[in-house]
């Protein structure tokens, strides 16, 4: 009966521990997701983000994602010299996580921006932030057809020193029995390992240091 007593508190206690290292911190980041169709890229997962920096860190600031894909045959997802975007290889993480950027635009050696607007221009949804108004950027993911999950970190970052304010993991899956999940977000004020690794490796690439 002891025994019993035990194994039951200590599964009680790891259960909050999981909660509790699960739980999001609450930050100014707000996100909003959603599936779409669309008549040309097929099923695209949208992600809508906002961030209003209230801590005077730094006068503008923007977002920086980092991103890792799983193709349908549950391995890493690997770019292709015929899509332009092979430099991604080589900013990828052991874990797969690489800076989302256009590397087709860009060159070894040269400086490149990391902040996803300066790829992905988007007046309409997507503006650097100030101390008066709210940092936005809209990601539209489509290419469903190869590739199962798409795994996301996306922190806003001082525009000057790429200082952290906020971040939040976020994504989707799309397995092979075609069922749709969008992942339980997850707030931080500090990155993770991934994200600081991804830009290490996007700085190194393109000389930014």
């Known amino acids: 009966m002891r025994t019993f007593v035990f194994l ?33 890229m097929g099923e695209v997962f949208k992600g809508k983000l906002e961030y209003l920096d209230t801590s005077g860190k730094c006068s503008a600031y923007g977002f920086v994602q980092i991103a890792k894909m799983s193709a349908n045959n549950g391995k890493d997802f690997k770019w292709l010299e015929v899509t332009g975007e092979l430099a991604r290889e080589s900013v990828k993480t052991p874990n797969g ?55 996301l970190e996306t922190c806003a970052l001082c525009r000057d ?22 992942l339980v977000p997850l707030y931080s004020h500090q990155p993770s390992s991934d994200f600081n690794q991804s830009l290490e ?4 690439y393109y000389n930014l240091k």
């Open 201 to 204: 490796l996007f700085k190194h």
């Open 8 to 40: 039951f508190f200590a599964n009680v206690i790891l259960a909050l521990v999981a909660t509790a290292h699960s739980k999001s911190i609450e930050t100014n980041i707000r996100l909003q997701t959603n599936w779409m169709s669309d008549p040309l």
């Open 97 to 151: 996580y690489y800076v989302d950027h256009l590397s087709s635009k860009c060159k070894k050696g040269e400086r490149c921006s990391p902040f996803f607007i300066d790829h992905w221009k988007n007046p309409n949804e997507s503006s650097d932030g100030n101390e008066l108004e709210t940092a936005d950027m809209a990601d539209y993911s489509f290419g469903w057809v190869y590739f199962s999950s798409l795994k």
């Open 161 to 182: 020193d790429l200082r952290p304010l906020a971040c939040v993991k976020w994504g989707a899956l799309w397995d092979a029995t075609k069922k749709k999940e969008i």
